[in-house]
């Protein structure tokens, strides 16, 4: 398996590989408008003998009164139903997480299952005096600091692009 930058020509696989692995298509179609809206985004795939198994993004977020910050979100992450459980997601979370570093990205936030983001450190945020926008159990909206002590002594409200408010 081969994980990597996104190409334009991958879009209509990613298109589907998000419609997949979701109820609905409206993480495809957020995928599309962050493309679009928002820069700059992260996108990375995960690729098996040619063909598109799972898709990450990562876009940048804003932490209330603090636009010095550089954090971003985490969201969609994808996998095809035939792929998952095996190591794809986890892989996908690395690279993206390891890329946010490179780029000197000072924490990365997202709401996700409580069971499966903490391996990757990933803690609730509220730790941090940190709330999202939206109204989300308080335990799935999480945050791990790339740089240690990034976000200590600087709550607030984190507020995602406006292509999220049609999810």
């Known amino acids: 398996m081969l994980i990597r930058e996104e190409k334009e020509s991958d879009w209509p696989e990613v298109f589907a590989v998000n419609q997949a692995a979701f109820d609905t298509p409206a993480e495809a179609n957020l995928v599309n408008a962050l493309r679009e809206q928002c820069d700059p985004i992260m996108s990375l795939v995960a690729e098996e003998d040619g063909t598109i198994i799972g898709h990450i993004l990562f876009s940048p977020v804003r932490l209330s009164g603090r636009p010095d910050l550089r ?10 139903p035939g792929y998952q459980r ?6 996908l979370v690395q690279a993206g997480l390891e890329k946010c570093r490179a780029l000197g990205i000072g924490a990365v936030v997202l709401l996700g299952h409580v ?5 990757f450190g990933f803690v609730p945020s509220v730790r941090y005096e940190i709330r999202c926008e939206y ?23 984190i507020h995602y692009h406006d292509a999220f408010k049609n999810l």
């Open 86 to 91: 095996k190591g794809i997601g986890s892989a």
């Open 115 to 119: 069971e499966y983001y903490p391996r």
């Open 135 to 157: 109204d989300v159990p308080e335990e799935a909206f999480m945050v791990l600091e790339l740089q240690p002590g990034y976000l200590t002594g600087k709550g607030g409200i």
């Open 71 to 80: 954090i971003m979100g985490l969201a969609p992450m994808a996998v095809l």
